[in-house]
Antibody, heavy 116, light 107 residues
């Protein structure tokens, strides 16, 4: 079955960077994009960007341009989301997800806490 | 970017009642609109894609309609497990924006 398994919770200081991983299994990793979405506690969903695991092409929401980098390692079927210059407002659960025509597959979420 | 406005913010209903949720887009998204359900501590779950198609395994009491800028999610008869937050998302343009959510709570 399709699974996306994310790395564990992180605590970072303001100004630091965080790298969240998303390991895919149960399908051909290069066959569909991986998206990243975040959700602050008690808040709504915020789409951050996407990566095409086959080509490495990316697209980012303007809000995150210059601070986010999405990469992949096809040898281990893993996508990464790197967010730099962290501030308290970046405290959130970060999700990776894969869309297909009729279904979505979400990772379990990674809590990133930014605190001094 | 396309702004999605959901209404109402909160819907207070009893089990067995009909729920009607609205999502309005700031510009046309054709039929490229999805609906999600989210419960506390869980990832969102896709209910409807392309405005009116139920995702795999979604019960028939969930239905979606609309095109262009106005969309509706209808739950024909609320069951206990349907009390949750619902989000719409447009998949027409980048970035793939979400609405702010509608909470369906028990009256």
């Amino acid at each position: 079955q399709v699974q996306l398994v994310q790395s564990g919770a992180e605590v970072k200081k303001p100004g630091a960077s965080v790298k969240v991983s998303c390991k895919a299994s149960g399908y051909t990793f290069t066959s569909s994009d991986i998206n990243w979405v975040r959700q602050a506690t008690g808040q709504g969903l915020e789409w951050m960007g996407w990566i095409n695991p086959n080509s490495g092409d990316t697209g980012y929401a303007q809000k995150f341009q210059g601070r986010v980098t999405m990469t992949r390692d096809t040898s281990i079927s893993t996508a990464y989301m790197d967010l730099s210059s962290l501030r308290s407002e970046d405290t959130a659960v970060y999700y990776c997800l894969r869309h297909t025509v009729t279904a979505d597959y979400w990772g379990q979420g990674t809590l990133v806490t930014v605190s001094s | 970017e396309i702004v999605l406005t959901q209404s109402p913010a909160t819907l207070s209903l009893s089990p067995g009642e009909r729920a009607t949720l609205s999502c309005r887009a700031s510009q046309s998204v054709s039929s490229y609109l999805a609906w999600y359900q989210q419960k506390p501590g869980q990832a969102p779950r896709l209910l409807i894609y392309d405005a009116s198609n139920r995702a795999t395994g979604i019960p028939a009491r969930f239905s979606g309609s609309g095109s262009g800028t106005d969309f509706t999610l209808t739950i024909s008869s609320l069951e206990a497990e349907d009390f949750a937050v619902y989000y719409c998302q447009q998949r027409s343009n980048w970035p793939r924006t979400f609405g702010q959510g509608t909470k369906v709570e028990i009256k």
